[in-house]
């Protein structure tokens, strides 16, 4: 009977464990987002054409994967550092908006000498990020305000800033839609050669790195697991709780903001509507697919990127929509979830264990 049944946690997975659930529930996704994409009209076989040939052993699909990967290593990195102390930071796309803008500011209004025009935009766009996801925190921290709900809608706030700029002081008269004038060469990154690859993804590789050194290999990163684990304890240990949440809080949104700068400098080169879209989903995917590991959230965003690159060759040339990509994406996600579940849970019967003659 249900009512007799209860999850009891694993004391200790094991790493063997661990991974056959993550592969498991990885393979699985994989199939079941293959038959979604099958059944809305693409043929199997192109499938490893599109999503492994196309986007990996091909030196033009391999640039573009790359290319599109710089902003999502970034957005999984601020998802995941907030994710150690169990801080649910959904407002990510807001934050990109407020760091787009700020560097936009920078590019637009020619802030500071041209050799130092493009640091500047990106200063300024992680302190924009960092700066407006303070309020929510401070919410939580001193009232308990639910952080899900005051970071999701704080998005509105910063796409509606947009939406005044692009329709008022920052639009380009010379063009019928709302996008601002191309920024000028010193606010965008340089190209490193190869397709459209640029020196953001090297920024975004270093950023990685240096996440990578406090999370995993200092006490701060010790520090942020604790308060993730039992906040309560960690206090009352004497650890610098307040100061570590603030830090990390402050990092999440200062990343989601750089990402917004490294996409308008990299890609786009001026400020446009449809800048963000999308990449809250791509953030919350890659930090729990990566488990809020810094390096494997490069793997992961890497991978991810490929399959945005095939999916959009697939809106093209086969007519798939985006809420089918989407689907497929989300499909994989809950097939993780699900498998890294039931390897760190056991379904518990104590009437079955009882006729067993074993201890419930």
């Not at 009977?1 to 063997?16: I, K, S």
């Not at 640091?119 to 407006?132: D, E, K, N, Q, V």
């Not at 002081?169 to 050669?193: K, Y």
């Not at 490069?298 to 060759?313: H, I, K, Q």
Request: net charge positive; proline share 4%.
């Amino acid at each position: 009977m249900l009512n007799t049944a209860f999850l009891v946690r694993r004391q200790d997975p094991g790493a063997l464990r661990t991974a056959l659930g993550y592969g498991l529930g990885l393979l699985v996704g994989l199939g079941l987002s293959a038959g979604i994409l099958m059944g809305v009209g693409v043929p199997a076989a192109d499938l490893l054409q599109e999503f492994i040939v196309q986007t990996f052993l091909t030196s033009e699909g391999l640039a573009q994967t790359l290319t599109a990967s710089a902003p999502l290593i970034l957005v999984g990195l601020a998802s995941a550092v907030a994710m150690r102390i169990r801080f649910w930071n959904i407002g990510v796309e807001g934050q990109m908006w407020m760091g787009a803008i700020a560097a936009s500011w920078v590019a637009l209004h020619q802030i500071g000498p041209a050799s130092l025009r493009l640091p500047l935009g990106l200063i300024a766009a992680f302190c924009a990020g960092a700066l407006f996801i303070l309020p929510w925190l401070w919410m939580k921290t001193r009232y308990g305000v639910n952080e899900v709900i005051t970071t999701l809608l704080s998005a509105n706030i910063a796409f509606l800033l947009v939406q005044h700029l692009l329709f008022g002081v920052w639009r380009d008269p010379a063009n019928g839609f709302p996008i601002t004038v191309e920024f000028p060469a010193e606010s965008q990154f340089s190209m490193l050669g190869w397709g459209q690859i640029h020196s953001g993804l090297v920024l975004a590789l270093i950023i990685a790195a240096i996440v990578y050194g406090l999370l995993e290999r200092s006490p701060l990163g010790y520090i942020a697991n604790a308060i993730g684990f039992n906040r309560r304890t960690a206090i009352q240990t004497g650890l610098p709780v307040t100061a570590v949440s603030v830090i990390v809080t402050l990092s999440s949104g200062g990343l989601a903001g750089l990402a917004g700068a490294v996409i308008l400098s990299g890609t786009e080169h001026r400020l446009s509507q449809a800048l963000s879209s999308g990449y809250l989903f791509s953030a919350i995917v890659i930090a729990y697919l990566a488990r809020s590991r810094p390096l494997w959230v490069v793997f992961v965003a890497v991978a991810l990127a490929a399959v945005y690159t095939a999916g959009n060759v697939l809106k093209v040339f086969y007519g798939v929509s985006e809420a089918v990509i989407v689907l497929a994406q989300g499909t994989v996600l809950m097939s993780v979830l699900t498998a890294n579940f039931f390897s760190a849970y056991v379904i518990h019967f104590p009437d079955k264990a009882r006729r067993r003659g074993e201890t419930p």
